[in-house]
């Protein structure tokens, strides 16, 4: 359903177990990235008004993820701590090269959107499926259904505001085949996309 070149390894699962902490926090930033994303869409596109009704909705949605991964971190006697870089998205963020109109970088801006919750709803997945504390499983089952809904709204936009639908798909299936490259590197760490 993902349309995803590359699964994630499972063992990378094994990895997160040995420092939740890590995760946890790496989560946490992810959501208040999330939300970051779509004021950003809210502040460039205002006259978008569709897409400004979903991203006002994504930003409330985001931010309470936020809140109940903090919450994790403090029951478990563990604090925030400062943001980590996330090289996922930094290499993922240099496929589309910069410039164009402003629709195309409407487009490739949800693109990206699309692929991350797309990512980190089979991440979500396969913690909820295969990481020992129970409690987290349950967790990470609930947030992997917001995140294969993120993911076909921000799909959903890319298709309806770009200029031609089959470019669009185009340019969707050369992220994805791009994003397959990128994630052959990573899966050794334990953070949300490393």
Not at 44 to 66: D, N, R, Y
Not at 131 to 144: P, T
Request: aromatic share 10%; with cysteine.
């Amino acid at each position: 359903m993902l349309g995803l070149k590359l699964s994630t390894d499972p063992r990378w699962v094994n990895i997160v177990e040995k420092n939740i902490e890590e995760i946890l926090v790496d989560h946490a930033y992810c959501e208040q990235k999330a939300a970051s994303t779509a004021i950003s869409l809210i502040i460039g596109f205002p006259e978008k008004t569709a897409l400004v009704q979903e991203m006002i909705a994504l930003v409330k949605e985001e931010m309470s993820h936020f809140k109940l991964v903090h919450d994790h971190i403090i029951k478990r006697g563990y604090v925030l701590g400062r943001e980590r870089k996330d090289e996922y998205v930094l290499k993922l963020l240099k496929f589309f090269p910069k410039g164009g109109s402003r629709t195309t970088h409407l487009v490739h801006k949800l693109l990206y959107a699309a692929l991350i919750e797309a990512r980190s709803c089979e991440r979500f997945r396969l913690l909820s499926e295969n990481i020992n504390d129970e409690e987290l499983a349950a967790f990470y089952r609930n947030l992997m259904v917001s995140e294969a809904n993120h993911y076909t709204m921000f799909l959903k936009f890319a298709r309806k505001y770009g200029e031609d639908r089959k470019l669009v798909d185009r340019k969707w299936q050369d992220l994805l085949e791009y994003e397959a490259e990128i994630m052959k590197e990573l899966g050794t760490v334990g953070t949300m996309h490393g």
